[in-house]
């Protein structure tokens, strides 16, 4: 849910970089098949990316009710979303690539047919890992569906004051599409069945495709037109170890696995550096990275990515699973931060321009994980109101007023050749923070729950309790409804109500622990902002101006 509420910003981020590179290479409309069209393709480019908004937040909502069915553990769950984000952030600058040169409208086409496929083989899964696998397809072609999308769009509108009405749509589309995703999430999990959160991206797919057929012309970018595969294999593999490496940190961080796959990634990590560097064509010029503020900006968005992504994940759970909250319910619960993220980034448009961006994402993240430390005090018989609401609320309005002036920062003085790179890193920085966020917070979990059995034994059943009536792993067992409860003699009911608080207690336990360290990731990014970043306001692009549609 959270990471496409922030991925508009980012696709702001995008549109500026591309947008002024179309404004140089158009001075007119005679290179522009698709101009008289435009508003038809508009339409097609806000479906697709509907459809990439709608599967953050409806999988998010889903999820408790996919691993009841599938049989997945909870240290296992973190796959679903994880697979899907590695994917999309390590791919997502190749099918810029990729899109750019082998042809927009084909890459749009292939992108979203393979997402309708991967999401009917998700929607049909049997098994936890069928469904690992299927979300990693989706993240595959969601990375080239996304860059194809945008690019058709930035080629098509190249009047400025038309271009401004189609990047509007664009961004409330991105934003708006969270909200309904939550929305739509949980009607489709409580009234049909939760497949249907994936399924219903294939009807999507297939009339978005017979649409564009007829109506989007192709168009391609000219230059190099070589691809960094090496560069892309390295990222991969770094990245796949890294995540990887975070889950295996549940058994310990010096053990042989954690440290193997955090050393692979890693090393990975660092030979594809030295690749870039002699590299021709590279996938990641390292010049975009490697400046003060354009670093912070990034560096802000990976954290900003393990925040959203693996601390929200724990919220959805929370509300589900301990508060007993409806699918439905469980998405309005959520949508006040989505709200209170609108809200204040109409704020930070207007401020970044009158005081710089460094106030706003210096107090941004201290507000946002005051917000997360806020959640951490849920309790298993605390309210929504006292306690998830207010750091609901905190958390949104910080994450608003960050993310407007970090996504200017991170085109900040971009020559335009690199322009797409740069956004395009603020994208893939922002789902790989999100996979290895969510990895770390598996673990983090895990561990907050080991600890809070050994401090706290589970109940002893009375004198005269059946013992094979209490299960072996009372921690992983399914939790008891208050009408089975309620069915049990006098005595049983008192052991069911303790064994329900200890085994509501551990996951809450596990929860806390994840917002906080969520909250502490955050929260990093106030004193490295104060460390790097020099720009003012006088520094930022025009464009950048506009933050949040």
Request: charged fraction near 10%; glycine fraction near 10%; charge should be neutral.
């Amino acid at each position: 849910m959270s990471v496409s509420l922030s991925l508009r910003n980012y696709m702001s981020s995008d549109v500026q970089a591309t947008a002024s590179l179309s404004a140089r290479s158009h001075d007119n409309y005679t290179d522009n098949p698709n101009h008289e069209r435009r508003w038809l393709v508009l339409c097609i480019v806000a479906l697709a990316q509907l459809t990439v908004v709608l599967d953050s937040t409806i999988v998010s909502i889903a999820l408790p009710d996919a691993q009841k069915d599938l049989g997945i553990s909870n240290l296992d769950r973190q796959w679903v979303v994880t697979a899907y984000a590695l994917a999309f952030g390590s791919l997502l600058l190749l099918g810029g690539r990729i899109a750019d040169f082998w042809g927009r409208k084909r890459s749009f086409m292939v992108g979203m047919a393979g997402f309708a496929v991967a999401s009917a083989v998700g929607g049909f899964a049997q098994t936890g890992i069928q469904l690992f696998v299927a979300r990693a397809g989706q993240g595959v072609f969601a990375a080239l569906l996304a860059p194809a999308a945008l690019a058709i769009l930035t080629t098509t509108f190249v009047g400025e004051k038309e271009r401004a009405k189609a990047f509007a749509v664009y961004g409330a589309i991105s934003g708006g599409g969270a909200a309904i995703g939550l929305l739509l999430g949980g009607g489709l999990t409580q009234y049909l069945d939760w497949r249907w959160c994936l399924l219903v991206n294939v009807p999507i797919a297939l009339f978005a495709i017979a649409v564009t057929l007829p109506i989007v012309k192709e168009t391609k970018a000219h230059g190099d037109t070589s691809y960094d595969l090496p560069g892309t294999v390295l990222v991969a593999i770094g990245l796949g170890s890294l995540v990887y490496g975070f889950t295996k940190a549940e058994h310990g961080w010096l053990e042989t696995q954690t440290l193997l796959f955090i050393g692979i990634g890693l090393l990975a990590l660092a030979a594809f550096v030295l690749v870039e560097k002699r590299t021709a064509n590279p996938l990641l010029p390292l010049s975009v990275p490697w400046h003060r503020d354009r670093g912070a900006a990034f560096i802000g968005s990976a954290l900003v990515g393990a925040a959203l992504l693996g601390g929200s994940l724990y919220l959805t759970f929370y509300l589900q699973i301990v508060m007993g909250l409806s699918p439905v319910m469980s998405g309005v619960g959520i949508l006040p931060m989505a709200t209170f993220v609108v809200l204040a980034s109409g704020i930070a448009a207007q401020l970044t321009t009158r005081i710089g961006p460094k106030p706003l994402m210096v107090v941004g993240p201290i507000l946002a994980a005051t917000g997360l430390f806020l959640l951490t005090q849920i309790g298993v018989h605390t309210s929504y109101w006292t306690h998830v609401f207010p750091g609901l609320a905190t958390f949104g309005f910080g994450l608003g007023l960050l993310m407007v002036p970090m996504q200017n920062l991170a085109l900040l003085r971009v020559p335009n050749h690199d322009a797409g790179a740069a956004s395009a890193l603020a994208n893939a920085a922002l789902q790989v923070g999100g996979a290895l966020g969510t990895a770390l917070f598996t673990t983090v979990y895990a561990s907050a729950k080991d600890s809070f059995q050994a401090d706290n034994p589970a109940p002893t059943p009375p004198p005269g309790f059946p013992a094979n009536a209490i299960p072996s792993d009372l921690s992983n067992a399914t939790p008891l409804t208050h009408e089975q409860i309620a069915a049990m003699p006098a005595p049983a009911q008192d052991f069911a109500n303790k064994v329900m608080d200890w085994v509501f207690g551990t996951e809450v336990s596990g929860y806390a622990h994840a917002f906080g360290w969520a909250g502490a990731l955050i929260l990093a990014i106030s004193p490295l902002v104060m460390v790097l970043v020099r720009a003012k306001k006088g520094d930022l692009p025009t464009e950048g101006a506009v933050g949040m549609h």
